[in-house]
């Protein structure tokens, strides 16, 4: 079995625990929402950064955390802060009467990397992404809905607190496709060095 990538992106931080959660905070910014289906974990995401690029009006990349864009732009910084980062990447935008427009459907990835001081772990999934409007301006808002996720690759010591769960947000980004660009890639960097899950092999071989 070899490391690989993950087309997609997460991460947390424990600050207290609440009516029975341990709930997991984020930075200042755009709302989310991550609970655990296997264990008494909530997290609540605020973000500080909320940048997205866009090539297309029927596409876009949103990168969202609780780091600032001058961590996420550098590999080293990013690799050894504690902190979150979201990739989202909408594959189509949803229109009525030619695609679902429904919490079921399926419109974006997403990939969650945790990063906690030199160790990581990488959650991914899928879900519905409801745009305010098209991407093609300087500003771009939606919602993610009920969107499942889990983990699938980590660094060696890196403690999972969350397995799978659902995560819903919203956020307003503006454009950057710089930061966008440099956050995305030093996100690959990470995946293609983790481990995956036993029982999620990402990629196989035959030795």
Known sequence: MTRAALPVFLALFILTTQSGCRVIGLGGGGRGEFISDEQPTKLAPRFVTRVFDSADGNTADIVL??????????????????GQVIHARMFITPKAGRTPIEPTACTVTLRYIVLTGGE???YAGGGFLLPGDRPTGRRFKGRILNATMRLVSSSAGFKD?????????????RRDAETVRRATRNGDFLAF?????????LLSVDE
């Open 120 to 122: 990581y772990g990488i």
């Open 193 to 201: 060095s983790a481990i995956p899950v036993p029982d999620y092999p």
């Open 161 to 173: 607190l969350v397995g799978s769960g659902r995560m819903s947000l919203s956020f307003t980004a």
């Open 65 to 82: 955390s609780d780091l600032d864009r001058e961590t996420l732009r550098d590999r080293d910084a990013m690799d050894s802060a504690v």
